[in-house]
């Protein structure tokens, strides 16, 4: 691994389906991020991490939950997946700057 | 509020030069990042800047003016790789999350 490595690269999901986007970094950055892009929106902040054990909510957290039990990995689920959740997530990690993963594109049906 | 201000689109000949302004309102300031990001790829990091004035990096160089609250990217020689999107963003020091602009999407034509 070198950086930051997201799974699935894309996923078609069923509407009420629950999903789980994984994240993990190798970097033992203490902040990491969940982003959503969406054309005309820009990028939107999810969920964040500071640090293991902590998580905070950003700007649209509703219908999504995150987890940071050890510095690596930082998977985002989605409880109850519906079409307004069709999107390019990405997962960053900063220590000053970010660095980002390559993205999941998932499309929710 | 919080605000990040750039152009949509712009066009740009190739071997040129284009400048991209970014414009940002904030209730603090550590910093302002420039991104680039390619159709279909994530962003990636492109500069940085902290003090006032012009840090240059091969073909491309950013600006920042704190007290006018303003930031250009200048990318010289452009070349048709330089298609992409050029994401404006400021670390107003809250944790470490920045303010992300809408980009500025830039094509570049033969």
């Known amino acids: 691994i070198a950086g930051i490595t997201q799974a699935p690269t894309s996923q078609i999901l069923a509407a009420g389906r629950r999903m789980t986007l994984r994240c993990t970094q190798d970097?033992?950055?203490?902040?990491m991020y969940w982003y959503r892009q969406d054309l005309g929106l820009g990028l939107r902040l999810i969920h964040y991490?500071?640090?293991?054990?902590?998580?905070g909510k950003g700007e649209v957290p509703d219908g999504y939950s995150v987890s940071r039990a050890n510095t690596d990995d930082f998977p985002l689920t989605l409880a109850s997946a519906v079409p307004s959740q069709t999107s390019v997530y990405f997962c960053?990690?900063?220590?000053?700057?970010?660095?980002f993963g390559s993205g999941t594109r998932l499309t929710v049906v | 509020g919080q605000n990040i201000d750039q152009p949509t689109e712009m066009t740009a000949t190739e071997g040129a030069i284009v400048q991209i302004n970014c414009t940002y309102q904030?209730?603090?300031?550590?910093?302002l990042f420039w991104y680039q990001q390619h159709a279909g790829e994530a962003p990636t990091f492109l500069s940085y800047?902290?003090l006032d004035g012009l840090e240059e990096k091969g073909r491309f160089s950013s600006f920042l003016s704190r007290s006018k609250g303003y930031s250009y990217l200048l990318l010289k020689e452009l070349q048709m790789k330089d298609s992409a999107s050029y994401l404006c963003?400021?670390?107003?020091?809250?944790?470490?999350?920045?303010?992300w602009g809408l980009g500025t999407s830039l094509a570049v034509n033969p």
């Open positions: 960053a990690s900063s220590v000053g700057g970010y660095t």
């Open positions: 970097m033992r950055h203490n902040a």
């Open positions: 991490s500071n640090t293991a054990g902590t998580t």
């Open positions: 904030t209730s603090g300031f550590n910093g």
């Open positions: 800047n902290v």
């Open positions: 963003a400021v670390d107003a020091g809250n944790n470490r999350k920045l303010i």
